[in-house]
């Protein structure tokens, strides 16, 4: 039988605290200026950067329950953060995503997936 000291510790152990929404989206600018080189068009590289000053955003948005189909991988909604980088329309839509990111809330594990435009 578990006694009641060790439970309280494994209960400690898996809380973490999660990401604010700025971290969330430096954290994500941050890798996808370095990654988007090697994973997007040149032509949508040369948009991005035209468009960004103008109609440019970095989201925080719920966390999707579809990763699983993008990524192979089941995670728990809870655990991450997910945010969108891409431009937005008239109507304030981000109409045209470059890369969505979901990103560990566990600062001693940060683990991060990215879906690329196509």
């Known amino acids: 039988m578990m006694s009641p000291q060790f439970t309280a510790w494994n209960t400690q152990m898996s809380e973490f605290k999660k990401l604010d929404p700025d971290t969330a989206i430096d954290i994500a600018y941050d890798i996808f200026?370095?990654?988007a080189p090697e994973n997007l068009d040149p032509a949508d590289i040369l948009l991005f950067n035209l468009q960004f000053e103008e109609r440019g955003a970095v989201e925080f948005v719920e966390t999707a329950d579809n990763w699983e189909e993008e990524i192979g991988v089941l995670i728990?909604?809870?655990e991450y953060a997910e945010v969108w980088?891409?431009?937005v329309n008239e109507q304030d839509e981000m109409d045209d995503i470059f890369a969505k990111f979901l990103i560990s809330h566990r600062e001693e594990d940060r683990q991060y997936h990215i879906i690329w435009k196509e």
């Open 33 to 35: 200026l370095e990654m």
């Open 76 to 78: 728990d909604p809870e």
């Open 85 to 87: 980088i891409g431009l």
